[in-house]
């Protein structure tokens, strides 16, 4: 039962324009949510969270915002640069430590 | 680089083995987490280790095992392997104070022929 869904299995973009990432979930006991990015061949980088007590956090050219009500969150990474193109996964947890994460969401970003 | 690392990067068998995996965490991280990264199932927790003691479990088979040392690197001990045991397999960590924030080692890729 995947409880943490990234739909857009891809996305691309132009270099210096905006990223928007989507994430949905179906567990309301989730209070943390977590964006990483992953290279081929390396484990997950922590990236940016927010508390469920916020809805909206920035750091640097990332910023999280989160709609609890609709079960919703999104990553923009403002401007977007060559180095940005990873994989990028949501990831959730319920007080428990436990991270259910998202399939992925492939971006490409074009010169 | 996170700070965790994991050994072997790759590990190559047969079924019916059993092979460790071993991470040691970020310097004073004292939780340890296993994921495992298949290409069906995504990232999945398998277990959650605090100083030692077991702290939650996922959806773990029962032929994994796994601990947390005094020295608080921990293993994964999978036994009787089979061919879909193969996949990557994550170590992470966490402080004491930012238990949410976890930081994730490399990797092991694990096939099993």
């Known amino acids: 039962d995947q409880q943490v869904k990234q739909n857009s299995p891809s996305l691309s973009v132009q270099e210096g324009r905006i990223s928007i990432l989507n994430c949905d979930y179906t567990?309301?006991?989730?209070?943390?949510f977590l964006w990483y990015k992953k290279y081929p061949a390396e484990g997950p980088t922590f990236l940016i969270s927010?508390?469920?007590?916020?809805d909206k956090n920035e750091d640097g050219r990332f910023t999280v915002f989160l709609n609890k009500s609709a079960k919703h969150l999104s990553l923009h990474i403002v401007p977007s640069q060559p180095g940005d193109s990873a994989v990028y996964f949501c990831?959730?947890?319920?007080?428990?430590?436990?991270?259910?994460f998202g399939a992925g969401t492939t971006v490409t970003v074009r010169a | 680089d996170s700070g965790v690392t994991q050994t072997p990067k790759h590990l190559i068998t047969a079924t019916g083995q059993r092979v460790t995996l071993r991470c040691s965490p970020r310097?004073?991280?004292?939780?340890v987490y296993w994921y495992q990264q298949s290409l069906d199932q995504g990232l999945q927790f398998l277990i959650h280790?605090?100083?030692?003691?077991?702290?939650a479990k996922g959806n773990i088979l029962e032929r994994f095992s796994a601990q947390q040392f005094p020295d608080l690197h921990s293993e994964l001990n999978l036994s009787s392997l089979e061919l879909g045991d193969s996949a990557l397999y994550f170590c992470?960590?966490?402080?004491?104070?930012?238990?949410?924030?976890?930081?994730f080692g490399p990797g092991t890729r694990l096939l099993v022929l």
């Open positions: 280790y605090y100083n030692g003691e077991e702290r």
């Open positions: 567990n309301s006991m989730f209070d943390y």
């Open positions: 990831a959730a947890s319920a007080n428990d430590y436990k991270l259910s």
């Open positions: 992470a960590s966490s402080s004491r104070t930012d238990q949410e924030t976890q930081y």
């Open positions: 310097s004073g991280d004292l939780s």
């Open positions: 927010i508390s469920s007590i916020k």
